[in-house]
DNA sequence: GGTACCTGGAA
DNA sequence: TTTCCAGGTAC
């Protein structure tokens, strides 16, 4: 895969399959799936997947917040971060483990207490009773989406379970080109790109921190980020494939994707 | 073994 | 809309 055009003809092959059957269950299944359907490695690199865009699959119909990136703030400003923030601040959930999990804003703070303060060159996350608890430069912020988001590829599936399995159809995709890190922080401050805190202790006191989030409320807002969407898989006779499709065989690897 | 990233959700 | 949450890996 070493162009776009490769890269889109793959999406194409892959939405011809019709439904296939998760990799990996729970939420993360649908991009693992798709990862693995194109061909990708899975990675914690902080930058683009496949020929030079980051790459997003989110289920149809699903209203929670998409991720961007994650990233901590900087060590050196963080006043009230981690393990004490969790352990002063949180709540014990379900589970009975102390744990952090909210979604900030700007301005209001949410029930935890916790909003976000913008100014000319930095966000700080606040909480109502502590102040500060760290502060993110926003030129920090700005080379984060730089470096990853130079194209961005959204990638649409519908979801169904077959006896308890999920499958997913990766039916729609758009690209977004042209990214415009003014803009993106105008969203930010704007409140809709928000940061989520994804903290819980362990047994052993350890702070597990599935990372900082910073999340956009409403996807088609990225829109106003980028100069181009275009859709990639707007081929309308591929749109006859009947949902309820026959049980095919595990999802192929990546090298019989070809014989399609 | 802990930290910081990746991939994404539901009620 | 807000509150709260998931399975993974590199180093």
Redesign the pocket.
Known sequence: MDTFEDFVSRLREIKQLGHVETH?????????T??DLLGI???????P?AVGA??????E???????L????PP?SERPFW??KMVNELG?V???G?Q?????I?PN?P???GFYLDYDDTSVSVVHEDVGVCATYPLDFLRE?FED?FPQLVM?F?D?KRIDGVEHFWYKEAYHLDGFDSDAFLDLMRDGVITL?L?M?L?E??????????W?I??ESRLDEAFEDRTPLLDDTELDDIPVTTKPHPVAPEQDTLDGY
């Open positions: 990996r269950k729970g939420n993360t299944g649908i991009g693992k798709l990862e490695e899975e990675n914690n690199i902080p930058g997947d980051e790459l997003k699959a989110m289920r119909g699903s209203g929670s917040l998409t991720t990136f994650t990233k901590e060590r981690g393990t709540y959930d379900d589970k483990r744990a952090l999990k909210v979604t804003r209001t949410n029930n935890k984060r990853k990638v599936a979801t989520d994804r819980h362990k052993s006191g350890a702070n597990r921190n599935r990372g900082t989030a999340r409320m409403d």
